[in-house]
């Protein structure tokens, strides 16, 4: 069974919003109305990189168009581009979008998300997959967004799932992660790590790196019993170079999202970046048909799974708890 998310997630997102200085973005709806009455829209959708939970999140968002009458080949259009992990890209990306006036745009990932609200003030804008928004200088607040910007934040229950490490590795007493120094999310989940690894008497050892080539060299400096692995992109998309590095160490990898444990991680009690992008999607439809995203709270997801890779574990060295797996809302063999 599912679990209802923390109750807990809300706050650590306010406490963390007021440590932040936000940036508030200029409204504008163009394009709101875009669909109500049928005629076509044209949405943006840019990305920061390929991996599996930005892509299912992607194809979420789309399947909840399609879903409430927003048909591809029918009334509306995607230009998807991705910035292949450049911010420059990214940056070109939004300009071109806010040239083009699209209808709406999606924007999946912290560092695309920033670039489409420093660039785009003719079309509503959608996040998904930003950890923390108002950090990330997207919306005045998430009650109150403020602009043209609302969505989904993917902020990670990080305390569960180091939790969730102590039960399948109890004499754990060191943790690695890796993750990329110019990004914002990952340094709020770095920061949430810590507090949680202090709780469970776990010591925390970090590496940097700058982008996804950088990963695999970065797990090998750590000398650590396991490695957990945040929603950062470069990592995430470089993650089958960590997992190489865990395996032949013979420690387990935690990871944030179930997409990670699919490519090889051991577990995970995470987000379904699939249902979140839907649920990204459902606002969407909202927004084109006339809300304001000004006025539209950041959603988080409601539902965590906890899905194991009894493959890893066996590749890892690890022997998973009977409890554990009996709990497991997916195995994976």
Do not use: W
């Not at 009455?37 to 892509?55: A, F, K, M, R």
């Not at 168009?65 to 292949?84: K, M, P």
């Not at 108002?134 to 934040?153: C, F, H, I, R």
């Not at 110019?182 to 770095?190: A, I, K, L, P, R």
Request: glycine share 10%; net charge negative.
């Amino acid at each position: 069974m599912k679990r209802l998310r923390y109750s807990a997630l809300g706050a650590t997102l306010v406490a963390t919003a007021l440590l932040a200085t936000a940036c508030g973005n200029g409204g504008n709806d163009a394009g709101s109305t875009a669909g109500a009455g049928g005629e076509s829209v044209n949405i943006g959708i840019t990305q920061i990189v390929s991996h599996p939970s930005l892509d299912a999140a992607r194809e979420g968002f789309k399947k909840a168009l399609s879903e409430n009458g927003y048909t591809e080949g029918g009334n509306v259009t995607y230009d998807e581009q991705n910035a292949q992990g450049d911010q420059a890209t990214a940056t070109s990306i939004a300009g071109k979008f806010n040239t083009d006036q699209k209808d709406l745009v999606l924007a999946i990932a912290t560092p695309t998300a920033q670039a489409a609200a420093q660039a785009i003030t003719s079309s509503p804008i959608m996040i998904t997959a930003v950890t923390d928004p108002v950090a990330a200088g997207l919306v005045d607040s998430l009650e109150a967004p403020g602009g043209n910007v609302t969505g989904t934040s993917d902020l990670n229950p990080v305390e569960e799932q180091l939790g969730l490490l102590k039960e399948l590795v109890p004499d754990a007493k060191s943790v690695g992660i890796v993750y990329s120094s110019g990004e914002v999310n990952s340094q709020v989940q770095v920061d949430l790590a810590k507090e949680a690894a202090k709780k469970l008497g776990l010591e925390l050892r970090e590496a940097t790196v700058s982008n996804s080539g950088e990963v695999q060299q970065a797990a090998q400096s750590l000398d650590v019993d396991a490695f957990y692995v945040p929603t950062d992109n470069n990592v995430v998309s470089s993650l089958a170079s960590l997992i190489g590095v865990a395996e032949s160490k013979k420690i387990p990898v935690i990871a944030s999202d179930a997409a990670s444990v699919e490519g090889g991680a051991l577990a995970t009690e995470g987000i379904n970046y699939e249902d979140l992008g839907y649920q990204t999607g459902l606002m969407a439809v909202k927004v084109l048909k006339g809300d304001e995203p000004a006025s539209m709270p950041i959603e988080t997801a409601s539902e965590l799974e906890v899905v194991v890779n009894k493959g890893a574990a066996e590749r890892m060295g690890v022997e998973i708890p009977k409890a554990v797996l009996d709990s497991a809302d997916r195995v994976i063999d």
